[in-house]
């Protein structure tokens, strides 16, 4: 979604707003802008498109600027177009503001500013920011910023300029994350850490209320006007490698890279991280777990409830963070409320996440950003070590959730002696096996899913089918093809079938079933057979046993030979490349889906 940079220092403005939106692209944007300070007063580009465009259209302008801010913007109000993208400019021209997140209470505002006179020139709710800190305006830009912010309702990261402090950038933050970076070069703004990691030295998060002022030498923090002490927040391990270098895409990079990035999370838990003082203090006499998650990391902490209930013997309950977060959840002291979040940075997930902190519960999530606002927020992080993940649909950062989750329900079941040490090392040696079994996956993948992604890329659906364990991952199988590919992609639980689904199999259906759990093998194939005999083309993936049937199938992915308990994490993998290989046979963008950002900020 929506993106921010902003600099102030030493060093030509330009080029690093300019990169620093490029690094950001990856969020997803319809339009791009700039403001620069410059001759005295304020030089603003924006363009409906991609960061080329606007790059291209600021060429010609010829100023020079040490300060400056950038947007890349998702529509939300008003369509994507010139006028409706950031940054937007007060009445004077003099002041401007760049904005992530919603303003609730807008209209009221826009009525306001407009009945004392102020003409607005897009749809957007930021643009009454930028008319509000106009209005506050007495000769003090951080002073005006502050009151305007006053009147908002809602969740804003925001950056300002004004021609009369050409070399000052205000921010401020409250329920949208911001990162100020430091360095010898200058003073760094950006909505994710991501964009600073290789120019910034030390980073700052900044907490909800919070503003700062910019300046080339550094920057202060306030607090409802009072001056704020940081700390830096932890370099994590995790931004380098984040180019291309020379994959085709960036999604089937990241698939490609699931067997390093799980021996990656593997091995830093084998250092001890779950034995860890505070890990005992988050985990001690927990009664029941509240798993809460989006999309593809609500699809992990599905398994996640299966897992923690089955090997840990605690009671969980798994929700969507969009629901639960209304949902006037029973939590009580005893109660650990767990977030999976890639980006730690999903304003549903954050929001459930502060209402748990709020209820006075103990929480702790697994993410792959340590220094982001959920990891900020919980009592406990469970790092995964992913690597950047740049594609939208994410991918390795699942298989990393799923191992965490594994490792999570290993380590309470031992902790409540429901394991004995010996067999907690022998599962403990089975997932350091998986790595292995996901190689195996990948390195075949050309030869075994491409010619089904030729086949199934014209069809007008596809149904992934499962039981148990497989149901979840049929579930994300699922959102992988429709958000990449475009095709209607549905998950259905086996046993579910004959209640309604059945009616959609026609001749030549695909359905992709997935079999890995021996002892619902049976059941499995029994709804196979229903589907079958309606004329459903029938591709299993599993274990060379599990889809041995000739009757039944008519393609098969065979999986590498992984304890039933432990197939999840691998047998996700050819759905992730059927979906990028049809995405790709259909001609589609799989890093850039339309309509889809990386992260989700806004409600
Ligand atoms: C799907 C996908 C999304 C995210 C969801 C949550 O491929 O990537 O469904 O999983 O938006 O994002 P995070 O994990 O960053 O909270």
């Known amino acids: 979604m929506c993106g921010i940079i902003g600099y102030t220092g030493r060093s030509e403005s330009l080029p690093v707003l300019i990169d620093g939106l490029k690094a950001?692209?990856?969020?997803?944007?319809?339009?791009?802008?700039?403001?620069?300070?410059?001759?005295?007063?304020?030089?603003?580009?924006?363009?409906?498109?991609?960061?080329?465009?606007?790059?291209?259209?600021?060429?010609?302008?010829?100023?020079?600027?040490?300060?400056?801010?950038?947007?890349?913007?998702?529509?939300?109000?008003?369509?994507?177009?010139?006028?409706?993208?950031?940054?937007?400019?007060?009445?004077?021209?003099?002041?401007?503001?760049?904005?992530?997140?919603?303003?609730?209470?807008?209209?009221?505002?826009?009525?306001?500013?407009?009945?004392?006179?102020?003409?607005?020139?897009?749809?957007?709710?930021?643009?009454?920011?930028?008319?509000?800190?106009?209005?506050?305006?007495?000769?003090?830009?951080?002073?005006?910023?502050?009151?305007?912010?006053?009147?908002?309702?809602?969740?804003?990261?925001?950056?300002?300029?004004?021609?009369?402090?050409?070399?000052?950038?205000?921010?401020?933050?409250?329920?949208?994350?911001?990162?100020?970076?430091?360095?010898?070069?200058?003073?760094?703004?950006?909505?994710?850490?991501?964009?600073?990691?290789?120019?910034?030295?030390?980073?700052?998060?900044?907490?909800?209320?919070?503003?700062?002022?910019?300046?080339?030498?550094?920057?202060?923090?306030?607090?409802?006007?009072?001056?704020?002490?940081?700390?830096?927040?932890?370099?994590?391990?995790?931004?380098?490698?984040?180019?291309?270098?020379?994959?085709?895409?960036?999604?089937?990079?990241?698939?490609?890279?699931i067997p390093r990035a799980l021996k990656k999370t593997a091995d830093y838990y084998d250092g001890g991280f779950f034995d860890s003082e505070r890990a005992a203090k988050t985990f001690a006499g927990v009664r029941k777990i509240f798993i809460t998650g989006c999309g593809t990391a609500y699809h992990a902490g599905m398994t996640g409830r299966a897992l923690i209930e089955r090997i840990a013997r605690i009671p969980a309950e798994t929700d969507l963070a969009s629901e639960f977060r209304y949902r006037k959840p029973l939590l009580r002291r005893d109660s650990l409320c767990l977030f999976i979040s890639q980006s730690g940075e999903t304003a549903d997930t954050l929001a459930v996440a502060r209402l748990s902190a709020g209820a006075g519960v103990r929480t702790a999530c697994i993410t792959n950003?340590?220094?982001?606002?959920?990891?900020?927020?919980?009592?406990?992080?469970?790092?995964?070590?992913?690597?950047?993940?740049?594609?939208?649909?994410?991918?390795?950062?699942?298989?990393?959730?799923?191992?965490?989750?594994?490792?999570?329900?290993?380590?309470?079941?031992?902790?409540?002696?429901?394991?004995?040490?010996?067999?907690?090392?022998?599962?403990?040696?089975?997932?350091?096996?998986?790595?292995?079994?996901?190689?195996?996956?990948?390195?075949?993948?050309?030869?075994?899913?491409?010619?089904?992604?030729?086949?199934?890329?014209?069809?007008?659906?596809?149904?992934?089918?499962?039981?148990?364990?497989?149901?979840?991952?049929?579930?994300e199988g699922s959102l992988k093809v429709k958000e990449i590919s475009y095709i209607h992609c549905e998950a259905f639980a086996a046993g579910e079938l004959k209640h309604g689904a059945l009616a959609l199999i026609e001749r030549g259906t695909p359905v992709i079933a997935l079999l890995t759990q021996g002892e619902l093998k049976e059941k499995t194939l029994n709804s196979l057979a229903e589907a079958k005999a309606r004329g459903a083309e029938i591709i299993g993936v599993g274990k060379t046993e599990y889809i041995a049937d000739a009757g039944v199938f008519d393609g098969r992915l065979t999986l590498p030979d992984t304890p039933d308990l432990f197939a999840p994490l691998v047998s996700v993998i050819p759905a992730q490349l059927l979906a990028y290989y049809t995405a790709r046979a259909r001609g589609c963008d799989a890093d850039k889906p339309r309509n889809l950002a990386k992260s989700v900020t806004v409600e």
């Open 24 to 257: 950001l692209e990856y969020r997803g944007y319809d339009s791009a802008g700039v403001a620069a300070a410059a001759d005295g007063g304020l030089v603003v580009v924006k363009k409906k498109g991609r960061v080329a465009e606007l790059e291209k259209a600021v060429a010609p302008r010829g100023f020079f600027s040490r300060c400056g801010i950038g947007h890349t913007r998702w529509a939300t109000h008003g369509e994507p177009s010139d006028e409706n993208s950031h940054p937007h400019c007060g009445g004077s021209g003099r002041i401007t503001v760049v904005h992530n997140g919603i303003i609730e209470n807008y209209l009221a505002l826009k009525r306001e500013l407009a009945d004392g006179g102020v003409k607005f020139r897009s749809e957007t709710d930021t643009e009454v920011i930028a008319h509000l800190v106009q209005k506050y305006y007495e000769g003090d830009i951080h002073k005006a910023v502050t009151a305007a912010l006053g009147r908002l309702r809602g969740s804003y990261a925001v950056a300002a300029l004004c021609a009369d402090f050409s070399d000052t950038v205000i921010a401020a933050s409250y329920h949208s994350p911001l990162i100020v970076g430091l360095s010898s070069d200058g003073t760094y703004l950006a909505s994710d850490t991501s964009a600073l990691c290789d120019r910034a030295d030390v980073l700052y998060r900044m907490s909800d209320g919070e503003t700062a002022i910019l300046r080339p030498t550094g920057a202060e923090f306030y607090l409802d006007g009072k001056p704020v002490v940081k700390k830096a927040i932890e370099r994590s391990w995790q931004y380098g490698g984040a180019g291309l270098g020379g994959a085709e895409s960036f999604m089937l990079k990241e698939i490609n890279e």
């Open 369 to 475: 950003v340590p220094g982001s606002a959920l990891a900020a927020l919980c009592d406990f992080t469970i790092p995964t070590l992913a690597g950047a993940e740049i594609a939208v649909a994410s991918t390795k950062a699942y298989n990393c959730q799923l191992l965490a989750l594994y490792r999570l329900a290993f380590h309470l079941a031992y902790m409540r002696k429901r394991l004995s040490k010996s067999f907690y090392k022998e599962n403990l040696s089975v997932l350091s096996r998986i790595p292995s079994a996901a190689s195996a996956i990948t390195e075949n993948a050309y030869r075994d899913i491409l010619p089904l992604a030729e086949k199934y890329k014209n069809g007008r659906d596809i149904y992934f089918l499962g039981r148990g364990l497989d149901y979840y991952t049929a579930l």
